[in-house]
């Protein structure tokens, strides 16, 4: 008896390629676990386990991907791709999706990772490496956006005003705040923002 071969649908994914995608994805969710754990503990305090639990892994696959806990929180502590979120856009915009982008972040993550640098005095030595990769990663990127005079005080200053902002949309928790709409906000609160940076 002959068997008839069905021809294929249609493309499948190549195995290599979707392993790629979970391996991405863990990952993300390790340094999500990592962040949330960091803005709320001391640093020495917070285990690979915690990580593991609170990203639904297990600890030795944390240590398969970033080696040991020092390599994971070194990520951690990296602003490098938060900021290039926060500043993605063109000048003339800038404040209103820096406000946009913080407000996001807090709704729909419970967290936006620029607002670890609030919990830099609970980091001990960590905590000026984070002082540092913000520095650098942060305000001195906007800076060097910003024509006009005094733009690194200018860009020091939006980053304070945008970070008063999270601090009480995100940790204080202003109860009016939080009840009114995002793009309400936005509206209000981004041309403070943008006044620093193209006055």
Known sequence: MSTVSVPSSGPTAAPGAAQRRDAEATKAAILRAARHLMARHAHTDIT???????????????????GNKDTLFARVMSFETDAAALL???LE?????????LLVGQTERGADPILRIVFAPLQGE????????????????????????????????????LLGLGVMYGIA???RLRATAIEDIV???GPTVQALLTP
Request: proline residues 4%; positive net charge; charged residues 25%.
């Open 48 to 66: 690979l386990k915690t990580v593991a639990e609170r990203a639904g892994v297990s600890a030795p696959l944390i240590l398969k991907y970033f």
């Open 88 to 90: 993605d856009a063109p």
């Open 93 to 101: 915009d800038l404040g209103a999706h820096m406000v946009r982008h």
């Open 126 to 161: 960590q905590g000026d490496t984070l002082r540092a990769n913000f520095r650098t990663q942060v305000s001195e990127q906007l800076a060097v956006r910003l024509d006009g005079p005094d733009a690194g005080l200018r860009a020091e200053l939006a980053v304070g005003t």
């Open 173 to 175: 928790r202003g109860s």
């Open 187 to 189: 509206e209000r609160y």
